[in-house]
Each structure stands twice: as C-alpha cells, then as structure tokens.
C-alpha cells in the first residue's frame, strides 16, 4: 500500500479503478480494499507469485549480478483470470509486480497473437524497457523493425530458429542480416527522436510518420497496381526510418510503398534528390544501385519490395 500511495499517478487504470472502488483504503483485506471478484483473486495470487519470484532473483544476483526479467504469457481476448496463466507480469498487473519485486528489472510479453503492436505498446511503459524473449517464428520479421525503431527495444527473439528449414536463407536469416547491418544506427538513434517504425496489414494498411521536417506516407505494397501479389491473406510488412540530417533518411523492412511530402503547409513540394539500394559494411554505406526511372516510379516514391528484405537511402528536398 505504500508503494500504491507513492505512486498513484502511474498505477494501471484496471487497478486505480478497483482501489478508487473501495474508497482507496489503505489498510484492510484485500477484497476490503479492491473489492470481491476474479479481478481481486488474481491481484492477491500476483502478489505472492511476485513475492516469490522476487526472492529467487535476488538470491541469484548475489551471486551474480545480471539483470532479471519475468517472461509474460499473454491473455487471449475475451478470456478471465483463471482462463490463461493468471496473475503473471502482465500490464494490468504491473504495479504489484514493481512493488512486491524490485529485483526483477523489466516484464518481458511472449507474444505469439496477431495484435503485436498492441502488446507491445501496453509492455513499453516508464521504467520498462521493451525486450521480446519470445515470438512466433513464422511471424513477420518486420516486427523485429518495428520494435526496435518504434519502441527502442532491446532484442526481439523468434523461438525455436533452429527447427527452420535453410537456416542460412530464412526469413530470420535474411531480416537480422539487414539489421545487423542496421544496429549501429538503430543504437545511436534510440532514444532521440529521430527513428521510428511501422507495420502494415489487412488491417492497417496505410500510415504516415513525421520525422524532421517531412511526412512519409507509408503504404502497404499491395496498394500499387504494379505490386507482385500473391493469392490468399494479404501479408504483414514494414520496416524502420531513420533520419541521418534533415534532408536524408535511412528507409529499411520489406513490403511497403512510401511517399514524401514537407512537413510544413506551405504549398510547397517535396522531391527525391538521391534515391539508392545499398548496404552498410563497417558502418559505412555501400550504394548498390541508383534508383532512378521506374525503380522510383518516375521520380513519385520508394518501394521496398515483399518477400525481401532491403535497405535504401534518400536525399529530400522541397520546392515551391
């Protein structure tokens, strides 16, 4: 209760609402203080998981000291406590799991559902840095771009890479070759402002980021009349910005269509200086090939094509 008191302004809403509930007491059982229900049976059992778990990490670091985190599994839609693995680090239980254990240093989701960027928001919350211990490794590995530009997570790991087939030339393969290439920027940019990424879908196909003074729309490949389409569920795609000056941006993933436009209402217009294909080797930028003519589409956008995974360079600038 008092950690809770400390720290009213940042408890999670579903746990606010119970204590606001019973008057916000601050002593009492604990269905006197957050009422009678499921919602309480499960704070009650996340106290003492958490009690626990905390223990047991402590007497590791003692011995050594390493950050410790709490793997989350996660809870299907509709489903109640006592439906899922109840009472684990899960968001709307994070304020007991932070009181009842300051040894463990962050709450990492295994994330094996579709609403990856759902469950990546409710992770990244103050003092939580986003680390993904566990995803499908048949998923996107677009989310691995998204996370780590949007979210400036610390990794992002598919289970079970070595029951895929060509291990060499896998989907994983071939993504965490480009953001191998990639990490340096990616770690000199979190934090600041200046990356951001994004995923596109049968839901959400269509996005626009600000970054600097420019406004990139973001789109789905299959928008284009002249994508490569391939029958059945239109696949996830997307990728990473990042911004290297105000004028020149990094634009890598997989799958999307982007267009530019000034960030400014002006009238004003934006234009592709320098558009390339390339690599990075030791930090620095290896141009492949010169996208002019048809591989901008006369000059109108960038396209990173699906089933691939690419990373190009671009030099902006506007007129009137």
């Known amino acids: 209760m008092s950690w809770h008191q400390k720290n009213t302004g940042n408890l999670s809403p579903s746990l606010l609402d119970a ?6 007491k601050s002593s009492g059982t604990w269905e006197e203080i957050f009422g009678k229900g499921l919602h309480t049976d499960e704070l009650f059992m996340a106290w003492y998981f958490a009690n626990y778990t905390n223990s047991i990490a402590s007497a590791g670091k003692r011995i050594y000291p390493l950050p410790m985190y709490v ?4 809870i299907r839609p509709g489903f109640k406590p006592g439906q899922y693995p109840s009472a684990g680090p899960l968001p709307h239980l994070k304020d007991l799991w932070k009181a009842a254990a300051p040894d463990i240093d962050f709450m990492a989701p295994d994330i094996y559902f579709r609403n990856f960027i759902e469950w990546s928001d409710k992770f990244d919350f103050p003092g939580n840095p986003l680390f993904i211990p566990e995803v499908g490794n ?7 771009f998204y996370a780590l530009a949007r979210h400036n997570a610390m990794g992002y790991s598919p289970f079970s890479i070595e029951s895929l087939d060509n291990d060499s ?3 994983v393969a071939r993504s965490y070759r480009i953001l191998n290439q990639l990490m340096p920027l990616i770690l000199e940019n979190q934090g600041k402002g200046t990356m951001d990424g994004f995923l596109l879908d049968s839901v959400d196909q269509k996005i626009q980021i600000r970054l600097g003074n420019y406004i990139f729309s973001i789109k789905h490949e299959y928008s284009w009349a002249y994508s490569n389409r391939k029958t059945g569920e239109i696949p996830r795609t997307g990728g990473l910005i990042i911004m290297l000056n105000p004028d020149e941006f990094v634009i890598a993933g997989s799958g999307v ?3 530019f436009e000034p960030a400014t209402n002006n009238g004003s217009i934006a234009g592709i200086g320098i558009m390339e294909e390339g690599e990075y080797k030791n930090r620095n930028w290896i141009a492949r090939r010169r996208m002019n003519g048809d591989q901008s589409h006369q000059g109108r956008h960038m396209h990173l094509p699906g089933g691939e995974y690419g990373i190009q360079k671009v030099s902006l600038y506007t007129y009137r």
């Open 169 to 171: 030339d896998n989907d």
């Open 19 to 24: 204590w606001k509930s019973s008057g916000m």
């Open 71 to 74: 793997n989350a599994a996660l």
């Open 138 to 144: 048949n998923q996107s590995m677009t989310q691995a």
């Open 257 to 259: 269509i982007v267009t």
